[in-house]
């Protein structure tokens, strides 16, 4: 059963905490999310994006904990294929209420009590990208002569002639 306040449909990740806003120090309120598919920013979708997070009221703003998961399609540095990659986020930040002068805008709530994770979470899941992603441990890629995907069945090519004016340099392989 899904705790915590409505999330609005527009934006899930973009939280109205006035009620909390409005509680004593150290109440505090779970959100659930269970989204199929979210544009976290404008270069960044994400599906199957699912986990919860606890908002507690403190003396300086609100302190979020949390776990959230989804995946990313990515392509394959080896064979160039498209594949869903499963990522993480944890979430442990304190946003600040009211918004002091020397605070960084991503982690502060606005006036209007809208608390917005999609900054921090984007963040969190862009340094989760793997540097080079490989749609499997034993994807072996594309063949460096025919281009086509290198399957257990794949055909070796015939070393092709080599220009006699060039054969001396052969000998250095060897």
Known sequence: MPGGANLTKFDPLRLNVGF??????????????EEP???????????DL????????TGQGIYIEGHLQGKVDLEC????????QALSAEIN???????????????????D??????????????LNLPIQPI???DCMGLCPVCGELITEGHQSHPEEEID????VLKTLLS
């Open 37 to 47: 598919s979210l544009l976290i920013s404008e270069d960044f979708l994400i599906s």
């Open 50 to 57: 699912r986990g919860s997070a606890r908002l507690s009221r």
């Open 113 to 126: 009590a809208i608390l917005d994770l999609g900054p921090i979470l984007r963040e969190s899941f862009l």
């Open 20 to 33: 909390l806003l409005n509680k004593d120090v150290g109440d505090s309120r779970n959100f659930d999310f």
């Open 77 to 84: 540095v080896r064979c160039l294929s498209e594949y869903s």
């Open 135 to 137: 749609c499997r441990i």
């Open 164 to 167: 006699p004016r060039l054969a």
């Open 93 to 111: 930040e304190l946003f600040d209420y009211p918004p002091k002068k020397d605070s960084d805008p991503h982690l502060t709530i606005s006036e």
